[in-house]
């Protein structure tokens, strides 16, 4: 048996040993707990994000929605200024009474599109013909051009569509009509007026088949038909921009859509 001195000296190293390894332990369990209150700082960090993100998507489509109807209301009083609604015999059936409806759904003044309609079905007029007298005059179409192109490319959406709008009955035969077209049509697919945006590029690609234009008016038929849910319409749109266009920008722009579409579909 061992002495007294050294049984106490081993209970005292045995001590020692325990409070060192209990040390130990408390040590790794304050790191633990520093670890766990980070963790969670950062999830209630993560969680207040969440909610910023959530409110700011809120707000975006509250401001969208804000512009869609500031611009229905514009066009409606434009509609007013302009001289309201077509005359009480028209046919339903013929193409002034079917633009009048179509602009009254879309946005576009009842007598602007029963003009452009009139101008349809009667094709373009003689460049010397009476009907357009301004297009005698080559700078006064540039400038009303290019102002209608300013207010666009200000943001003037409304007044945009309203100047291009003049521009094609005052000067049909312009070289510029074929642009004025396209970007009449733009002003309404920038503010989701659909519908509107795709009978425009179809009239360009109609009485302008052969213009610069045509390729982007084409493709923004497809997106105007993805826009309201004809995807089948939309993809055989976009194929044929691929097909008729091959290695263009217009055709990348139709092949990008075109796989977005289908992965849509597929999921």
Known sequence: MLPVQA????????VTRLEQAQQKQDSG???????????QALQSQVQQLQGQVEELQHEIQQLKQSGKDQYVDLDSRLRKLEGGAPAQGASASSPASTASTAAKAGGVPA??????????????????????????????????????????????????????????????????????????????YTVQNYDIALQTFQTL??????????????????YCQDALKQEDAAQKTLQAVIQKYPGSSVANLAQQRLHDIQLQQAN
Request: hydrophobic share 35%.
């Open 7 to 14: 049984q106490r000296l081993s209970l005292s190293e045995r």
């Open 29 to 39: 369990q304050g790191g633990g707990t520093v670890l766990v209150n980070q963790v």
């Open 111 to 188: 007598t602007s599109a029963s003009t452009t309609a009139a101008a349809q079905a009667r094709g373009p007029a003689p460049a010397g013909s009476a009907s357009a007298p301004a297009s005698a005059d080559p700078q006064a179409a540039q400038d009303a051009y290019n102002q209608a192109f300013t207010a666009l490319r200000n943001g003037q959406f409304v007044q945009s569509s309203r100047q291009f709008r003049q521009f094609i009955q005052q000067y049909p035969n312009s070289a510029l009509a074929p642009n004025a077209f396209y970007w009449l049509g733009e002003s309404y």
């Open 205 to 222: 690609l109609k009485q302008y088949p052969d213009s610069e234009k045509a390729p982007g008016a084409l493709l923004k038929i497809g």
